[in-house]
């Protein structure tokens, strides 16, 4: 059987993390017709609180929050069994979806307005997830080091040229196991772990911290390239401190493989809880999220990629221009997961 390492811990840390949960304040069963949804949430965005407050406004429905992480809540809902009073599960990352969806997390849900508005490789084939924001993970660059030319592919990255010039956050990190995940399913396994290996030898720096913190070592000159979700530069550009800002003046942003398949695409995303007590409520809720108020809130308040066509995007990332995304159904990231991980774990990837 595969070995997760997301998360990473150690007996004590999981019992910890257990005894956590079972901490965590219970949100009363509520019944269909009591005008609430509750919902367990591992996003932890401004933009969300916003989406909330639009939505209890729009239908009257109240809305009560369960907060943590992906791992906390799955452990949480398998715990309360039926009881749980779960209607709709949030998460970030198709291959956090796809665990909770093998955790039994998610019902399959049909719904007329999904269907169009969601394009299909952004949802679960069987309905029980939606992707309902996208995420690119690109190549920020210094323009005084690195020429556009010299950037291509993310297959590229591995080519000794790079060594000691990549910037790149650890294995744990679940952005990296699903960009692997792609790579697997475009490459094969024994090509992408051959890349794993050439990019662990191209590293600047053992890695360490988040995203933002590979773009913050790239300002400092620790390395000439980092690897990055888009809306985590996109919140640095539109920053208000000016000083901060800055540093960022010789950074750009690069879309791998745009003379292939495109550049790999996440989902940040949702579904209605497999013993929903309010299954009506959880649905109208999903409805919502796709609506183009909505839509526009992912993207002006959180500097994501909206899913559906023709919905606003924010002026910072509409910035960087158009861009050929990879449109493999992301529930293929969540299969993979499990071999992206065992090859990270070969590759020495830490």
């Known amino acids: 059987?595969?070995?997760?390492?997301?998360?990473?811990?150690?007996?004590?840390?999981?019992?910890?993390?257990?005894?956590?949960?079972?901490?965590?304040?219970?949100?009363?069963?509520?019944?269909?017709?009591s005008g609430e949804v509750n919902i367990y949430s591992a996003r932890h965005y401004p933009a969300d609180e916003t989406l909330y407050g639009l939505f209890t406004q729009e239908t009257g429905?109240?809305?009560?929050?369960?907060?943590?992480?992906?791992?906390?809540?799955?452990?949480?809902?398998?715990?309360?069994?039926?009881?749980?009073?779960?209607?709709?599960?949030?998460?970030?990352?198709a291959g956090n979806l796809w665990r909770a969806q093998e955790a039994g997390v998610f019902q399959p849900t049909k719904s007329a307005l999904l269907d169009e508005k969601i394009p299909a490789h952004y949802h679960e084939p069987n309905g029980h997830w939606f992707g309902f924001s996208t995420r690119a993970r690109v190549v920020v660059y210094d323009k005084t080091k690195v020429k556009p030319e010299d950037l291509s592919t993310y297959e590229d990255l591995a080519d000794p040229k790079w060594k000691g010039?990549?910037?790149?956050?650890?294995?744990?990190?679940?952005?990296?196991?699903s960009l692997l995940a792609?790579?697997?399913?475009?490459?094969?396994a024994d090509k992408a772990e051959a890349w794993a290996k050439g990019l662990v030898a191209n590293f600047a720096r053992k890695p360490e911290g988040g995203d933002t913190d590979q773009i913050k070592a790239l300002i400092a000159?620790?390395?000439?390239?980092?690897?990055?979700?888009?809306?985590?530069?996109?919140?640095?550009?539109?920053?208000?401190?000016?000083?901060?800002?800055?540093?960022?003046?010789?950074?750009?942003?690069?879309?791998?493989?745009?003379?292939?398949?495109?550049?790999?695409?996440?989902?940040?995303?949702?579904?209605?809880?497999?013993?929903?007590?309010?299954?009506?409520?959880?649905?109208?809720?999903?409805?919502?999220?796709?609506?183009?108020?909505?839509?526009?809130?992912?993207?002006?308040?959180?500097?994501?990629?909206?899913v559906?066509?023709?919905?606003?995007?924010?002026?910072?990332?509409?910035?960087?221009?158009?861009?050929?995304?990879d449109e493999v159904n992301v529930s293929a990231l969540g299969h993979n997961n499990a071999a992206a991980v065992m090859i990270m774990d070969r590759a020495g990837w830490r």
Request: hydrophobic share 40%; glycine share 6%.
């Open 61 to 93: 429905i109240k809305i009560n929050i369960i907060q943590g992480t992906a791992e906390e809540l799955m452990e949480r809902v398998k715990l309360e069994g039926e009881s749980s009073p779960a209607d709709v599960f949030v998460t970030v990352d």
């Open 1 to 33: 059987m595969a070995k997760f390492r997301t998360p990473s811990l150690s007996r004590r840390q999981f019992a910890a993390a257990s005894l956590a949960v079972m901490a965590m304040p219970m949100v009363r069963k509520a019944s269909a017709a």
């Open 308 to 325: 559906v066509a023709g919905s606003k995007v924010s002026d910072v990332v509409a910035s960087w221009g158009d861009f050929k995304r």
């Open 165 to 177: 010039r990549i910037l790149i956050r650890s294995s744990n990190n679940i952005y990296n196991q």
């Open 221 to 306: 000159g620790e390395g000439d390239i980092a690897i990055s979700n888009t809306y985590y530069f996109a919140r640095m550009l539109a920053s208000k401190d000016e000083n901060a800002k800055k540093g960022l003046e010789n950074l750009a942003v690069f879309f791998p493989n745009q003379q292939d398949r495109g550049t790999h695409v996440n989902v940040s995303g949702a579904g209605v809880a497999t013993h929903a007590p309010n299954r009506e409520n959880a649905v109208a809720y999903l409805e919502f999220m796709a609506k183009p108020e909505a839509q526009a809130i992912f993207s002006g308040a959180n500097y994501e990629y909206p």
């Open 182 to 188: 792609s790579i697997i399913e475009h490459d094969g």
